[in-house]
């Protein structure tokens, strides 16, 4: 059964600050692999896919990496604002559904 | 609709109880999902609707728990004889096809609590 793994549980920055949450999962053979944010009592919204075949993805201040044949993926956050506060989740598709990571909890601090 | 929604938002019940949870997806999206997000954890998959039947049941974690989707859009979960361990946010999302590169578009979920 996959797993993901998410480093760190959580995270404290000050504003401007550059950072990275770290993925991992346990079998390579994925279609893709998403990047969520969640709100407290809010649903996901989702931030970056990507495809097996790709090795990054960026939108704007985010930029998301992925090493299929090691089982890691990074999203590294550029000058964090704190309306980047929100829980961060990893997730991956091998077929028919999503394994989520338990999601990094980071914080900005102004 | 301009996004996936669910009914109700919350929902409180009383161990035994039966309960049903609505989940519409966005217009035209064929593929449904069904998850459930405990305190503290990641969002688990519970089953997948391609259309109206079920493709992928196997994240349901007893006879309990059913789910239907009679018309291709609107689906139900129905949780039979709750227990206090049913507690949890239950999502609901939906993609465009059960494509492999397609991006799953989530609901605000609904919070069941079983007293």
């Known amino acids: 059964k996959q797993e993901v793994t998410q480093i760190p549980a959580a995270l404290s920055v000050p504003e401007g600050e550059n950072l990275v949450l770290n993925c991992s999962f346990t079998?390579?053979?994925?279609?893709?692999l998403q990047w969520f944010r969640q709100d407290p009592g809010k649903g996901l919204t989702s931030l970056l896919l990507i495809q097996s075949s790709q090795r990054e993805q960026t939108s704007g201040r985010l930029n998301a990496s992925l090493d299929k044949s090691s089982g890691r993926s990074t999203l590294y956050i550029a000058a964090s604002q704190p309306g980047d506060s929100a829980t961060y989740l990893c997730a991956v598709f091998p077929g028919n559904q999503f394994y989520f990571g338990t999601g990094t909890s980071l914080t900005v601090i102004p | 609709g301009a996004g996936v929604s669910q009914t109700p938002s919350n929902k409180v019940t009383e161990k035994g109880k039966y309960v049903e949870l609505r989940c519409d997806p966005i217009s035209g999206h064929t593929a449904l999902y069904w998850y459930r997000q405990s305190l503290g954890q990641g969002p688990e998959f519970l089953i997948y609707f391609q259309g109206t039947g079920a493709a992928d049941d196997s994240g349901l974690p007893n006879d309990r728990f059913f789910a239907v989707r009679p018309e291709g859009s609107v689906s139900t979960l129905k949780i039979q004889r709750t227990e206090r361990g049913d507690s949890a946010v239950y999502l609901c999302?939906?993609?465009?096809?059960?494509?492999?590169?397609?991006?799953?578009?989530f609901g605000p979920g609904t919070r069941l609590t079983v007293l």
């Open positions: 999302a939906s993609s465009p096809s059960p494509g492999q590169g397609d991006t799953q578009y």
């Open positions: 079998d390579s053979a994925i279609y893709n």
